[in-house]
Antibody
Framework: QITLKESGPTLVKPTQTLTLTCTFS??????????VGWIRQPPGKALEWLAL???????RYSPSLKSRLTITKDTSKNQVVLTMTNMDPVDTATYYC??????????????WGQGTLVTVSS | EIVLTQSPGTLSLSPGERATLSCRAS???????LAWYQQKPGQAPRLLIY???SRATGIPDRFSGSGSGTDFTLTISRLEPEDFAVYYC??????????FGQGTKLEIK
């Protein structure tokens, strides 16, 4: 079965860079038509898509955050890493990684990690 | 840029009633890439519907999706106590690649 789990710091200071790792199992990110994305949710607010990396290493970013985001994958380790620079208190949120596939779910997110709460505070 | 607007913001209904949730896109979108999620407090979202009308694995048939063009609907035929949650629509496209609606909270009346 497909599982994903986010890991990284729970607290970062303003202006620091956040690095989050998504470790997954049950699928390969080298399989055609597969992607892993990052989505965040500030407390009490809506979901916000951040980035997605495809099996062929194509990458997409939220236009409003593109300058601050980098997404990479390590297929051998079954990991996807998201970095976000210049963190601000408004970036306080639960960060989720999720699996997406063209065939099984029309590129919607069919499997999600449990999420990790990141707080930005000095 | 596509914007998804969900209505109503909050829907108050009783168990056994029918729920109809709306998602309107700011421009015509591809139905193949319209999805609905359910999120309960403290939990990750769960995919309910993809391709506007296809139920995801394990989703009860009381959940159904419909629509095309700019107007999409999630219908829950008979509400069960566990259905009270927040629901999001989402579109996959070109720019931005993913867009989420702001959510509809379905609460017990």
């Amino acid at each position: 079965q497909i599982t994903l789990k986010e890991s990284g710091p729970t607290l970062v200071k303003p202006t620091q860079t956040l690095t989050l790792t998504c470790t997954f199992s049950g699928f390969s990110l080298s399989t055609s038509g597969v992607g892993v994305g990052w989505i965040r949710q500030p407390p009490g607010k809506a979901l916000e898509w951040l980035a997605l990396i495809y099996w062929d290493d194509d990458k997409r970013y939220s236009p409003s955050l593109k300058s601050r985001l980098t997404i990479t994958k390590d297929t051998s380790k079954n990991q996807v890493v998201l970095t976000m620079t210049n963190m601000d208190p408004v970036d306080t949120a639960t960060y989720y990684c999720a699996h997406s596939s063209r065939v099984n779910s029309g590129w919607s997110f069919d499997y999600w990690g449990q999420g990790t709460l990141v707080t930005v505070s000095s | 840029e596509i914007v998804l607007t969900q209505s109503p913001g909050t829907l108050s209904l009783s168990p056994g009633e029918r729920a109809t949730l709306s998602c309107r896109a700011s421009q015509i979108v591809t139905s193949s890439y319209l999805a609905w999620y359910q999120q309960k407090p403290g939990q990750a979202p769960r995919l309910l519907i993809y391709g506007a009308s296809s139920r995801a694995t394990g989703i009860p048939d009381r959940f159904s999706g419909s629509g095309s063009g700019t107007d999409f609907t999630l219908t829950i035929s008979r509400l069960e106590p566990e259905d009270f949650a927040v629901y999001y629509c989402q579109h996959y496209g070109s720019s931005p690649t993913y867009t989420f609606g702001q959510g509809t909270k379905l609460e017990i009346k």
